[in-house]
Structure formats: structure tokens, C-alpha cells
């Protein structure tokens, strides 16, 4: 949904109705995620996709009469049914779609808590957990963020921690509560990327790292590399402090991506010593394996456990040989991306 949070607001501004359907379950070769929406209005516009066309237009066909009728609806598709393939799902997997009509028409006094506050999220880069009640007949939705703050019907303490579960798996998933289910649909902040070092290779990895939408923040205590760094696109914020000044004021989370490039003992483990014991999903770190052996023996001596330690991603990046600054920065990316979309 997020991915289409640009239209959603734009049609529900206009008041203009329209039903949502999300992939809540997939088994095999399903040809789109856990979490893909496609939304489509009472005069049949469209937006976004659950399958790449496989199943779109029986989607269609079934989400349409429930913009009026108020309600939700469950739906299955796979090989074995005469209709899946007669709508094309042929690649050998299976799906089930929840459609309904979209929850800024909702005119209970949950739902449009729910709504106001799901909108307050994607508009300001604020994470959040929407659940939704799977069934068919009127949906039922709850806003979890990780706060704890809980928006909407039904706020069950077993609700809410699951909803926060999911949250921390980074996996959009269906959750079993009191023989009903609940599909949690995962809305993270922006992923951010922490770059300690501003070099060369930090200005193709801030460039690839806005191509795939991350928040990035360079730090480097040597001034001429922070201020006289030419980037050819700058990152978001650049500190010339010590990664230790910096590093306190950001959530060191699942959603957080640490690269260490300044190839100096003195700031690279300054932010390793903040970086290892926090929860940040990817901590990587540049240097040859005679490098990093001697940056281990560092951290042992320091009190790392052999745990921690393990997390540093080193030598970093995915292995294409790399040699230029842009390819290295390539590397990185690639690796990063890989870990990222492992929880998907």
C-alpha cells in the first residue's frame, strides 16, 4: 500500500471510492510479495498490481461490488483451480488475496481513527502496523505503532503484541487470534543508512542509496573530508563530529544499515563500539581480511563478545571483484539490499 499512498490520499480527497485488495498468503513461485495491493474505483481506474496480470482482472471482478457493499471478502487463487487458471495463474503457485472497500469510507468512529492516523504515518515517515480483521463481512482495522500507541476497535494486549512482533521481524504476515485472522501489514520508517566516512566510495554509495529510497547520514570528524567531499548527491545530513557524538541521537534498529569506510581505527571503531551491541540490521565494515583480523583482535580486547563481532560484514559488500570506488559502492549496496529484503 505504502507504494501507492500518493493516489489513495488523492482519491480519498476527492471522495472518490474504491476498494483495496492485498496479498495476504503466497506458496510457490506467486509472482508478487506478501503485502502487494492493487486498488481500483467504482468507474474501474486502477493502481498497483497483486500478481503482474496473472489474477488481476478476477481481483477486479470480485473487489468491485464491495466498494458499495461495505465489505470484505477473502479470496484464492492457485493451479489447481479451474478459475486460477482460467485467470492465468500458471506459474505453479498460490495465492489469497483480502479485498475490501478501502477504510477512509468507513464512516465508524474506529476506522476513521484508524485512517486519520495510518495517513499522519505515511505522510511523515512515522512507522506504523496496520492490522486487519481477515473475513468476510465488515473488516474490522487496528494501527499499532512501536510506541505502543493503538488507534481503532479491538485493542487486545495479544493484538498489539503481535502487531509490535511483526513490527521487529520486518514481515508483513497473518496472525491468529481467538480462531479469526489478522493480516499485519508492516509501514516502516524510511530505512536509513549510517556512513561513517565521507570518501570517495561514500559518494556513490549516498547516490545508489536515494536511487533505493534510504535516508542516509554521513559522519566524519576530519573536516576536510565532511566539508570537502563533492558530492554529486549530497546526503540527507553530514556531521563533523566523532560517530559517538552522532550516533546517541539516531534508533540503532531493524530498519538501520551501518557502513564503516574511514578505513581509521580511531573513528571506525568509535562507531563500532555504539553499533555492535545495538539492533542495527546490517553493520559492515571496509577493509582487507589482514585488516580485519587486526580490527577484531581490537574489539576482543575491548570486551566484544565473539557474537558480536561476528555481525561486522567484512570484508564488505557482496564479492564482484570490485576495484573502481563506484563498483565497490555497488558491492556494498548489493549486500545491503540482499540483507534487507531477507526479512520480505
Not at 37 to 63: L, N, Q, R, T
Not at 160 to 177: P, S, V
Request: with cysteine; aromatic share 8%; proline share 5%.
Amino acid at each position: 500500500m505504502k507504494e501507492l499512498f500518493s493516489v489513495i490520499e488523492d482519491w480519498a480527497n476527492q471522495n472518490k471510492e474504491f476498494a483495496i485488495a492485498t496479498v495476504i498468503q503466497t506458496w510457490g513461485s506467486s509472482p508478487r510479495p506478501v503485502g502487494s495491493s492493487m486498488i481500483v474505483s467504482s468507474d474501474m481506474e486502477m493502481a498497483g498490481s497483486v500478481s503482474g496480470g496473472c489474477v488481476e482482472g478476477a481481483v477486479i471482478k470480485s473487489a468491485l461490488p464491495l466498494i458499495d457493499g461495505k465489505a470484505g471478502q477473502r479470496l484464492a487463487y492457485g493451479v489447481a483451480d479451474e478459475e486460477a487458471w482460467a485467470v492465468g495463474l500458471s506459474c505453479g503457485g498460490k495465492m489469497q488475496v483480502f479485498a475490501e472497500r478501502f477504510l477512509a469510507f468507513d464512516e465508524r468512529p474506529g476506522e476513521k481513527e484508524v485512517w486519520e492516523n495510518l495517513k499522519d504515518c505515511l505522510s511523515n515517515n512515522k512507522a506504523c502496523v496496520l492490522l486487519t480483521r481477515i473475513a468476510d463481512g465488515e473488516p474490522h482495522h487496528l494501527l499499532v505503532l512501536p510506541d505502543g500507541q493503538v488507534f481503532g476497535k479491538n485493542q487486545e494486549e495479544i493484538l498489539i503484541k503481535e502487531g509490535l512482533r511483526a513490527y521487529n521481524e520486518r514481515k508483513n504476515q497473518l496472525i491468529e487470534h481467538k480462531d479469526t485472522q489478522y493480516f499485519a501489514q508492516v509501514f516502516p520508517r524510511k530505512s536509513q543508512m549510517l556512513i561513517i566516512g565521507a570518501a570517495h566510495i561514500t559518494v556513490d554509495l549516498v547516490e545508489l542509496a536515494k536511487m533505493y529510497d534510504f535516508e542516509t547520514i554521513a559522519i566524519d570528524p576530519r573536516g576536510i573530508f565532511s566539508s570537502k567531499t563533492q558530492f554529486t548527491s549530497p546526503p540527507d545530513k553530514i556531521f563533523s563530529d566523532y560517530p559517538a557524538e552522532v550516533l546517541p541521537d539516531y534508533t540503532l534498529d531493524a530498519y538501520t544499515y551501518a557502513v564503516v569506510l574511514s578505513h581509521d581505527p580511531k573513528i571506525d571503531d568509535n562507531a563500532l563500539h555504539l553499533l555492535l551491541p545495538s539492533k542495527a540490521a546490517y553493520i559492515g565494515a571496509l577493509g582487507s581480511k589482514r585488516t580485519h583480523a587486526k580490527r577484531v583482535k581490537r574489539l576482543e580486547e575491548a570486551g566484544f563478545s565473539e557474537e558480536q563481532i561476528a555481525r561486522i560484514h567484512a570484508p564488505i559488500g557482496v564479492d564482484i571483484k570490485a576495484k573502481t570506488p563506484k563498483e565497490i559502492a555497488l558491492s556494498i549496496m548489493g549486500e545491503i539490499i540482499k540483507v534487507k529484503n531477507e526479512f520480505l
